[in-house]
């Protein structure tokens, strides 16, 4: 079988793959509903729950995934979070993940996005690290920590991502 039709089979196959886990958690809670009805009704409750917190942030990604998709190329990606974006995609990639918000999965869509465009590996550890400092967060932990701690913590944080991020790039040979 030629490389191209092994391509047609697999997008063929492609939309009944995308639908086999959700046919298959709609037949688990049907079954379920007719064994157990309370608790599937609490663990049916408990999804839309977890599903309407994830709405907002997923939605989000997917926005500036569609805004990145229409305004920008790959050629600048790759300028400013490429293996050569050098300082300034390091500082970039530290600065956006520091004022990043929401869960940590909903930045894995746009980070695969952006390594399919031409990021790199490292600074994308770099962002990934960099996401534990939180500026909002940095006056309670001055009040329960006092400054000169929550300045050193904060300093080697980055340190230590932008190390990571550097580790990273070298393991996985970029």
């Known amino acids: 079988m030629s490389p191209q039709q092994q391509k047609a089979k697999s997008r063929a196959a492609s939309p009944l793959r995308a639908w086999l886990f959700p046919g298959v958690v709609l037949i688990a809670y049907a079954v379920l509903l007719t064994v157990l009805p ?3 009704v ?6 839309g729950n977890i599903l309407a917190r994830m709405a907002l942030p997923l939605g989000l990604v997917f926005i500036v995934m ?3 998709d229409l305004f920008l190329q790959p050629g600048k ?24 918000i929401g869960p940590i999965y909903a930045w894995y869509p746009l ?17 990934l690290c960099n996401r534990s400092v939180k500026p909002f967060l940095l006056p309670v932990m001055v009040s329960y920590f006092g400054w000169i701690y ?3 913590l904060t300093f080697f944080t980055i340190l230590g991502a932008i190390a990571v991020g550097i580790s990273v790039g070298t393991l996985t040979k970029e």
Do not use: P
């Open 38 to 40: 309370g608790k599937t």
């Open 42 to 47: 609490t663990a049916l409750k408990s999804s």
């Open 66 to 68: 569609v805004l990145m």
């Open 77 to 100: 990606i790759t300028k400013f979070l490429g293996e050569k974006a050098g300082i300034k995609g390091l500082l970039l990639s530290a600065a956006a993940g520091i004022i990043s």
């Open 111 to 127: 980070l695969k996005d952006l390594r399919e465009k031409g990021a790199s590996n490292s600074l994308m550890a770099v962002f």
């Open 150 to 152: 929550v300045l050193f």
